[in-house]
């Protein structure tokens, strides 16, 4: 009976694996208002080491359409408009010596149609990592011998329960996530 708790638990952490994954990719999916997680995956070449921008600059938000970056070190300010330039986040990087300013431009309805496009893609894959778990949970039960078909029958459904609970979990994320991105 240990191994199938064990494989249960297994599916059920691969599962939520794949809806951390999906709310990171979300994060990267703007709606319109400035954010700092808009940024956090930026690589600086600073001291000649690709470093994440939040380890070089007090990253903030002013306000709902201002990204303000601070450098610690003045010297990495041109090093980090140049990461901003090159990661094609599409925002045109002003600085007044001390710090730079990324102005997000509102979301035209063309744009926001986009994406929710890309957030229904990024879902559809999460929901494809979902089943596969599933499958390969499945696969891991038919492995094992001296089983009763009963207690196989009942941990499959056990199985199916979590993939019908983390498909569904996918489908409201999608759905807030469009509701903030068509949101004017």
């Avoid at 450098?71 to 330039?85: H, L």
Wanted: hydrophobic share 40%.
């Amino acid at each position: 009976m240990e191994e199938l708790d064990l494989i249960v638990e297994s599916v059920k952490q691969d599962m939520e694996a794949a809806i951390k994954h999906l709310e990171h990719a979300f994060q990267r999916i703007r709606a319109g208002r400035a954010s700092t997680s808009m940024v956090q995956d930026v690589m600086v070449e600073y001291y000649g080491a690709p470093t994440p921008i939040n380890q070089v600059a007090n990253v903030s938000v002013p306000d709902a359409m201002t990204i303000s970056i601070q450098p610690w070190d003045r010297t990495a300010i041109g090093a980090i408009e140049k990461a901003i330039i090159n990661s094609n986040l599409g925002f045109a990087p002003s600085n007044n010596g001390e710090n730079i300013i990324l102005n997000v431009p509102p979301l035209t309805e063309e744009r926001r149609r986009d994406l929710a496009k890309q957030a229904k893609g990024e879902t559809e894959q999460t929901k494809i990592v979902v089943r596969n778990a599933r499958q390969d949970g499945l696969k891991e039960l038919k492995k094992l011998e001296g089983i009763s078909e009963d207690v196989v029958k009942g941990t499959e459904e056990s199985i199916q329960a979590l993939t019908d609970k983390y498909v569904k979990s996918c489908d409201e994320h999608l759905k807030t996530k469009e509701a903030e991105i068509m949101k004017v």
